[in-house]
């Protein structure tokens, strides 16, 4: 074993014996499963890499979904509206139903799978009121979990989306230890109030540490508008995460690049004057130009065919959505 790889173990062998003389407690070995999350080390190739498959085949026998045909994303078409027609709206045994899916594929979007965010958040809003065409889609997330382990409709839809995917990890290697994020916007999108959706991702050790879709405060009057909230909240995850690592007493990383794919959003936040028309998003753009002049930020233009963020967004056609699957896990920064 090398003199370099001996000191972290002495340390934890030192905070352990400082925990067992404080609290009861049993050492059982290195970690395998918790919480749901399964662990898998490999010592040799230096990664790390945490899934949920055990979870989601669970989830796929408590619904009866084991059987069903898996699909190959985890969902279709616009956002579904939350004002459905009354002989639609799911009675009290469904609307239960329908929570308890959602509330566990929430579970699995915040944990592990990156891949049900904008899902996770479109099922969500129906939560209070459920209709038929929720659960269908709650049921199509399921389906896609199941072959690679609108609201029922779109929970049904959820469930076979699982029925075929269920191990998505996500694996952490040695060596890269960079933080980099990418963020994206759907301008528009909610029916309901016209308000855009924001998607962000960010990698450190080239794994996911961070990630979602968010329905923005504000209604955006332009896709650039959008797209600089989307910066904003980015920029603000990005100077959150560095201080939480500069707590940890980990080495700082320096500015973190914050990658877009609109060039009009880039060229106002990185300019040193706006316009009258993104005047009612300036505190948003005067704290992007804030962290970029302070170094804590770069911003960066990425193609749309490599904007990662773009799958936190909106649900994308077939092709599209396995093609940012495969960058995400070839990602490495």
Do not use: W
Not at 29 to 43: A, C, F, T
Not at 193 to 222: C, D, H
Not at 264 to 282: I, P
């Amino acid at each position: 074993m090398e003199k370099d790889s001996i000191r972290p173990l002495r340390l934890v062998d030192q905070k352990k014996k400082e925990l067992t003389d404080r609290f009861e407690m049993t050492d059982m070995g290195e970690v395998k499963r918790i919480l749901g999350i399964d662990v898998q080390r490999d010592y040799e190739q230096g990664t790390l890499a945490i899934s949920q498959e055990h979870y989601v085949n669970t989830l796929l026998e408590r619904f009866g979904m084991q059987e069903a045909n898996p699909v190959s994303t985890p969902g279709y078409g616009a956002e579904i509206s939350t004002n459905q027609p009354q002989d639609q709206i799911l009675g009290p045994t469904d609307k239960k139903i329908y929570q308890s899916m959602t509330g566990s594929i929430l579970y699995l979007a915040q944990c592990t799978r990156f891949d049900l965010s904008y899902a996770a958040l479109q099922l969500s809003k129906a939560c209070s009121n459920p209709a038929q065409v929720n659960m269908t889609a709650a049921k199509h997330v399921l389906r896609y979990l199941r072959g690679n382990p609108v609201n029922m409709t779109a929970a049904k839809h959820i469930l076979r989306y699982l029925r075929g995917n269920s191990v998505l990890p996500i694996v952490y290697k040695r060596g890269q230890f960079r933080l980099a994020a990418f963020t994206d916007s759907s301008f528009g999108a909610n029916p309901d109030n016209g308000r855009s959706t924001t998607g962000y991702l960010f990698f450190l050790a080239g794994g996911l540490i961070s990630y979602g879709a968010k329905t923005q405060t504000l209604t955006a009057q332009s896709t650039v508008e959008a797209e600089i909230q989307a910066l904003s909240y980015s920029a603000r995850e990005a100077v959150y995460i560095s201080n939480f690592m500069t707590e940890l007493n980990f080495k700082t990383f320096g500015s973190v690049p914050i990658n877009s794919d609109s060039t009009g959003a880039l060229t106002v936040a990185g300019n040193a004057m706006h316009s009258q028309r993104t005047k009612h998003v300036a505190l948003r753009y005067f704290f992007i130009r804030e962290l970029v002049l302070r170094g804590q930020i770069t911003l960066h233009h990425r193609p749309s065919e490599h904007q990662l963020a773009d799958i936190a967004t909106k649900y994308l056609p077939k092709h599209r959505f396995a093609s940012i699957i495969q960058q995400i896990k070839d990602f490495s920064c």
